[in-house]
């Protein structure tokens, strides 16, 4: 079938499901500690392919791209800022041919490192940033930028506008959560799931969500939250495979494809929208996913 809107594919009651995780499916192909994963884009694009392919195969009705860290901000520590369009549209363009021409490619855009309440960059700063990565990652044939494992709403709200004023694409933001001593979820910056709901959508996102930071178990209640916060809004959810254990110094994340699936249904029933994975997951999550909400979309 051919591609619509994701918000009109959404509106019609169909459950979506997303890919898994990307970094640690590098590592695997022999992505070494301190190597920049997105020059792989150039350098080695058809490992890159192969990750973005994996997941169609699997059932996923949507990919991410290899560009999480492809901000100018991120890619100067590699002495790779003059190449960040290259690498961006790059990062599209494999993702696009993995995806062919009926599902979609939401583009990652993952945070710079920078932090306006810390005092090194403002937020016209961020924006330019966030501006000069969407506008390669829509050159290359991205149907939406996924602004993801945000922490602090200027900066989330800068990559939201960036991609909003500079390309026709659809926007996506998911924060990174973690439950607090008081049995809260806030992020790094003390935003709640209520807050970043509310405020990105006010910012102009199509889509809102979660990422990271949680299993599919602990973004249950994270959901709820940002559904009442936001009753008509897609939501997005791709969750860590469990919380990570620390062994022998490598972590590990626990929840296996079966218990992912076994939960689906519920982060569904909480208000998700889009189902995936993030650290830890592989295609066999994503396809016990798939098998697991096939009943439920319309």
């Known amino acids: 079938m051919g591609r619509s809107k994701i918000c009109e594919a959404v509106k019609k009651g169909r459950i979506l499901i997303s890919d898994g995780a990307w970094g640690t499916f590098l590592q695997q192909k022999g992505l ?11 350098a080695r694009p058809n490992d890159v392919l192969a990750v973005a392919q994996s997941y169609i195969d699997a059932g996923a009705d949507m990919i991410e791209t290899n560009s999480f860290g492809g901000s100018r901000f991120n890619l100067a520590h590699y002495d790779l800022g003059d190449r960040t369009a290259e690498i961006n549209e790059a990062a599209a363009r494999i993702s696009r041919k993995a995806a062919g021409g009926d599902k979609w490619v939401i583009a990652s855009v993952g945070p710079t490192g ?9 937020e016209k700063d961020l924006y330019e940033a966030f501006r000069e990565q969407v506008i390669a990652l829509a050159a290359g044939g991205a149907d939406a930028i996924c602004v993801e494992t945000m922490s602090a709403i200027d ?5 939201v506008r960036a991609a909003l004023d500079h390309t026709k694409l659809e926007v996506i933001c998911t924060f990174t959560f973690e439950k607090t001593v008081k049995g809260e979820y806030r992020t790094m910056m003390g935003v709640s799931p209520e807050e970043a709901a509310r405020d990105m959508l006010k910012a102009g996102a199509h889509i809102i969500g979660a990422n990271c930071g949680n299993g599919i178990e602990q973004m249950i209640d994270i959901v709820k939250e940002m559904r009442r916060a936001a009753p008509g809004a897609p939501i997005l959810v791709h969750a860590n495979a469990g919380l990570p254990q620390n062994k022998n110094g490598v972590n590990i994340f ?5 218990k992912m699936a076994q939960l689906a249904p519920e982060i569904v029933k909480a208000g998700a929208n889009i189902v995936g994975g993030c650290c830890g997951t592989t295609p066999q999550h ?13």
């Open 32 to 42: 070494q500690p301190g190597e920049c994963p997105e020059l792989w884009c150039l």
């Open 114 to 122: 920078k932090m306006t309440a810390m005092g090194d960059v403002a």
């Open 155 to 159: 900066e989330a709200r800068a990559a």
């Open 254 to 258: 626990p929840d296996t494809p079966e």
């Open 286 to 298: 994503i396809r016990a996913i798939k098998n697991a909400l096939k009943s439920l979309s319309s």
